[in-house]
Protein backbone atom coordinates (compact mmCIF):
# COMPACT_ATOMS: atom_id res chain seq x y z
CA UNK A 1 0.00 0.00 0.00
CA UNK A 2 1.13 3.13 -0.80
CA UNK A 3 1.66 5.78 1.52
CA UNK A 4 -0.15 8.65 -0.18
CA UNK A 5 -2.87 7.92 -2.31
CA UNK A 6 -4.79 10.48 -4.96
CA UNK A 7 -6.71 9.80 -7.58
CA UNK A 8 -4.84 10.98 -11.08
CA UNK A 9 -7.95 11.96 -12.51
CA UNK A 10 -7.93 13.09 -15.34
CA UNK A 11 -10.87 15.84 -14.18
CA UNK A 12 -12.43 18.39 -16.42
CA UNK A 13 -14.90 20.69 -14.82
CA UNK A 14 -16.46 23.61 -16.56
CA UNK A 15 -15.49 26.98 -15.88
CA UNK A 16 -16.91 27.95 -12.02
CA UNK A 17 -17.60 24.89 -10.88
CA UNK A 18 -16.05 23.66 -7.28
CA UNK A 19 -13.73 21.14 -7.39
CA UNK A 20 -12.83 19.23 -4.64
CA UNK A 21 -9.09 16.69 -5.00
CA UNK A 22 -8.80 14.47 -2.28
CA UNK A 23 -5.91 12.28 -0.48
CA UNK A 24 -5.63 9.63 1.66
CA UNK A 25 -2.74 8.60 3.50
CA UNK A 26 -1.37 6.17 5.83
CA UNK A 27 1.11 7.23 8.31
CA UNK A 28 -0.19 8.94 11.47
CA UNK A 29 3.04 10.04 11.69
CA UNK A 30 2.11 13.32 9.13
CA UNK A 31 1.79 16.48 10.40
CA UNK A 32 2.57 18.94 7.61
CA UNK A 33 0.24 18.83 5.11
CA UNK A 34 0.55 20.59 1.31
CA UNK A 35 -1.11 21.33 -1.45
CA UNK A 36 1.00 21.96 -4.95
CA UNK A 37 0.14 23.06 -8.39
CA UNK A 38 2.44 22.08 -11.34
CA UNK A 39 2.11 23.62 -14.27
CA UNK A 40 3.23 21.14 -17.79
CA UNK A 41 6.80 21.58 -17.89
CA UNK A 42 7.16 23.24 -14.89
CA UNK A 43 8.00 22.32 -11.04
CA UNK A 44 5.33 21.91 -8.17
CA UNK A 45 4.14 25.43 -6.38
CA UNK A 46 3.14 25.50 -3.36
CA UNK A 47 -0.45 26.48 -3.28
CA UNK A 48 -1.64 26.09 0.58
CA UNK A 49 0.13 24.61 3.87
CA UNK A 50 -1.45 23.06 6.97
CA UNK A 51 -0.55 21.89 10.35
CA UNK A 52 -2.54 19.55 11.35
CA UNK A 53 -5.82 19.08 11.44
CA UNK A 54 -8.27 21.82 10.71
CA UNK A 55 -8.92 24.25 7.64
CA UNK A 56 -7.26 27.08 6.29
CA UNK A 57 -8.64 29.58 2.93
CA UNK A 58 -6.58 31.32 0.99
CA UNK A 59 -9.21 33.25 -1.81
CA UNK A 60 -10.76 30.71 -3.80
CA UNK A 61 -8.65 27.85 -2.39
CA UNK A 62 -9.31 25.92 0.62
CA UNK A 63 -7.55 23.44 2.48
CA UNK A 64 -8.75 20.80 4.44
CA UNK A 65 -7.31 17.89 6.62
CA UNK A 66 -8.92 15.69 8.66
CA UNK A 67 -6.27 13.60 11.00
CA UNK A 68 -8.94 11.07 12.18
CA UNK A 69 -9.79 9.92 8.63
CA UNK A 70 -6.54 10.22 7.03
CA UNK A 71 -7.75 12.49 4.78
CA UNK A 72 -6.92 15.86 2.96
CA UNK A 73 -9.07 17.91 0.75
CA UNK A 74 -7.96 21.11 -1.77
CA UNK A 75 -11.46 22.38 -2.58
CA UNK A 76 -11.20 25.49 -5.55
CA UNK A 77 -14.58 27.79 -5.80
CA UNK A 78 -15.31 29.27 -9.02
CA UNK A 79 -12.61 27.57 -10.91
CA UNK A 80 -10.76 29.29 -13.45
CA UNK A 81 -9.41 28.30 -16.79
CA UNK A 82 -5.87 29.06 -15.48
CA UNK A 83 -6.53 26.86 -12.57
CA UNK A 84 -6.13 23.97 -15.25
CA UNK A 85 -2.87 21.88 -13.95
CA UNK A 86 -1.98 19.15 -12.40
CA UNK A 87 -2.55 19.34 -8.62
CA UNK A 88 -0.03 17.01 -6.26
CA UNK A 89 -0.90 16.53 -2.54
CA UNK A 90 2.30 15.83 -0.07
CA UNK A 91 3.04 15.45 3.54
CA UNK A 92 5.44 15.18 6.45
CA UNK A 93 6.09 14.46 9.62
CA UNK A 94 7.75 16.94 12.21
CA UNK A 95 10.99 16.13 11.13
CA UNK A 96 9.86 18.00 7.88
CA UNK A 97 12.35 16.41 4.87
CA UNK A 98 10.58 13.20 4.64
CA UNK A 99 8.07 14.64 2.08
CA UNK A 100 5.55 12.31 0.77
CA UNK A 101 3.80 13.07 -2.31
CA UNK A 102 0.78 11.87 -4.12
CA UNK A 103 0.50 11.02 -7.90
CA UNK A 104 -0.77 14.03 -8.65
CA UNK A 105 -4.97 14.63 -9.99
CA UNK A 106 -4.64 16.07 -13.48
CA UNK A 107 -7.61 19.13 -13.83
CA UNK A 108 -8.60 21.04 -16.42
CA UNK A 109 -11.43 23.59 -16.54
CA UNK A 110 -12.90 24.44 -19.43
CA UNK A 111 -14.49 27.72 -20.99
CA UNK B 1 14.30 36.98 -5.63
CA UNK B 2 15.23 34.29 -8.12
CA UNK B 3 13.92 30.63 -7.91
CA UNK B 4 15.46 27.50 -7.73
CA UNK B 5 16.97 27.05 -11.49
CA UNK B 6 18.19 23.83 -13.02
CA UNK B 7 20.32 23.10 -15.90
CA UNK B 8 20.40 21.86 -18.13
CA UNK B 9 16.60 21.30 -18.97
CA UNK B 10 16.33 18.47 -21.09
CA UNK B 11 18.77 15.72 -21.19
CA UNK B 12 19.35 12.86 -23.75
CA UNK B 13 22.02 10.50 -23.73
CA UNK B 14 22.36 6.80 -24.53
CA UNK B 15 22.79 3.82 -21.78
CA UNK B 16 25.99 3.69 -20.24
CA UNK B 17 26.77 7.33 -20.66
CA UNK B 18 27.09 9.64 -17.70
CA UNK B 19 24.94 12.78 -17.12
CA UNK B 20 25.94 15.47 -14.58
CA UNK B 21 23.06 17.87 -13.51
CA UNK B 22 23.04 21.16 -11.42
CA UNK B 23 20.75 22.25 -9.47
CA UNK B 24 21.11 26.08 -8.06
CA UNK B 25 18.87 27.16 -4.57
CA UNK B 26 17.62 30.24 -3.73
CA UNK B 27 20.34 32.43 -2.04
CA UNK B 28 20.14 31.66 1.51
CA UNK B 29 18.31 28.57 1.75
CA UNK B 30 20.57 26.12 3.56
CA UNK B 31 18.20 22.90 2.66
CA UNK B 32 18.36 21.27 -0.35
CA UNK B 33 16.69 18.37 -2.17
CA UNK B 34 16.34 16.22 -5.33
CA UNK B 35 13.69 14.63 -6.18
CA UNK B 36 12.85 12.15 -9.04
CA UNK B 37 9.58 11.49 -10.95
CA UNK B 38 9.65 8.25 -13.45
CA UNK B 39 6.94 8.28 -15.73
CA UNK B 40 3.54 7.52 -14.19
CA UNK B 41 3.91 7.59 -10.63
CA UNK B 42 4.83 10.33 -7.82
CA UNK B 43 7.79 12.47 -7.35
CA UNK B 44 9.66 10.50 -5.12
CA UNK B 45 13.06 11.73 -2.44
CA UNK B 46 15.87 10.97 -3.07
CA UNK B 47 18.37 13.20 -0.66
CA UNK B 48 18.86 15.97 1.51
CA UNK B 49 21.40 18.03 1.99
CA UNK B 50 22.22 20.83 4.62
CA UNK B 51 24.48 23.57 3.73
CA UNK B 52 26.96 20.73 2.08
CA UNK B 53 26.38 17.87 3.95
CA UNK B 54 24.35 14.64 3.26
CA UNK B 55 21.50 14.43 6.17
CA UNK B 56 19.44 11.88 4.54
CA UNK B 57 20.49 10.08 1.22
CA UNK B 58 18.09 7.27 2.29
CA UNK B 59 16.16 7.66 -1.41
CA UNK B 60 18.84 6.98 -3.81
CA UNK B 61 18.18 4.18 -5.90
CA UNK B 62 21.66 2.76 -6.14
CA UNK B 63 25.72 3.57 -5.90
CA UNK B 64 25.21 4.72 -9.58
CA UNK B 65 24.19 8.01 -8.76
CA UNK B 66 26.15 10.95 -6.59
CA UNK B 67 25.00 13.89 -5.31
CA UNK B 68 27.39 16.83 -4.39
CA UNK B 69 27.03 20.32 -2.63
CA UNK B 70 30.60 21.01 -2.70
CA UNK B 71 30.42 24.76 -0.58
CA UNK B 72 26.93 24.63 0.35
CA UNK B 73 25.71 26.45 -2.35
CA UNK B 74 24.63 24.86 -6.28
CA UNK B 75 24.32 20.83 -6.33
CA UNK B 76 25.06 18.06 -8.94
CA UNK B 77 23.85 14.97 -9.50
CA UNK B 78 25.76 12.62 -11.65
CA UNK B 79 24.44 9.28 -13.07
CA UNK B 80 27.23 7.18 -13.76
CA UNK B 81 26.83 4.61 -16.13
CA UNK B 82 23.07 6.12 -16.86
CA UNK B 83 20.44 3.03 -17.50
CA UNK B 84 17.18 2.74 -19.23
CA UNK B 85 15.17 2.84 -15.75
CA UNK B 86 16.93 6.50 -15.08
CA UNK B 87 14.90 8.25 -17.19
CA UNK B 88 11.94 10.33 -15.72
CA UNK B 89 12.28 14.37 -14.36
CA UNK B 90 14.66 15.44 -11.96
CA UNK B 91 13.21 18.62 -9.57
CA UNK B 92 15.61 20.00 -7.13
CA UNK B 93 14.12 21.64 -4.17
CA UNK B 94 15.31 24.46 -1.49
CA UNK B 95 14.14 25.76 1.90
CA UNK B 96 15.48 28.04 4.68
CA UNK B 97 17.02 26.74 7.82
CA UNK B 98 14.84 25.04 10.03
CA UNK B 99 13.37 27.73 12.68
CA UNK B 100 11.74 29.20 10.65
CA UNK B 101 8.36 27.97 10.92
CA UNK B 102 8.21 26.43 7.60
CA UNK B 103 9.83 24.19 5.68
CA UNK B 104 8.08 25.32 2.40
CA UNK B 105 9.90 23.76 -0.34
CA UNK B 106 10.69 25.72 -3.53
CA UNK B 107 10.99 23.61 -6.51
CA UNK B 108 12.82 23.91 -9.36
CA UNK B 109 11.85 23.50 -13.23
CA UNK B 110 13.24 20.08 -12.97
CA UNK B 111 15.84 18.30 -15.59
CA UNK B 112 13.61 15.40 -17.85
CA UNK B 113 16.11 12.96 -18.34
CA UNK B 114 15.78 10.34 -21.32
CA UNK B 115 18.04 7.40 -21.52
CA UNK B 116 17.86 5.62 -24.91
Known amino acids: QKEVEQDPGPLSVPEGAIVSLNCTYS??????FMWYRQYSRKGPELLMY????GNKEDGRFTAQVDKSSKYISLFIRDSQPSDSATYLC???????????FGAGTRLTVKP | EAGVTQFPSHSVIEKGQTVTLRCDPI?????LYWYRRVMGKEIKFLLH????????ESGMPNNRFLAERTGGTYSTLKVQPAELEDSGVYFC??????????????FGPGTRLTVL
Open chain 2, 49 to 56: FVKESKQD
Open chain 2, 27 to 31: SGHDN
Open chain 1, 27 to 32: NSAFQY
Open chain 2, 93 to 106: ASSPIPGTGTDTQY
Open chain 1, 90 to 100: AMSSPRGHDMR
Open chain 1, 50 to 53: TYSS
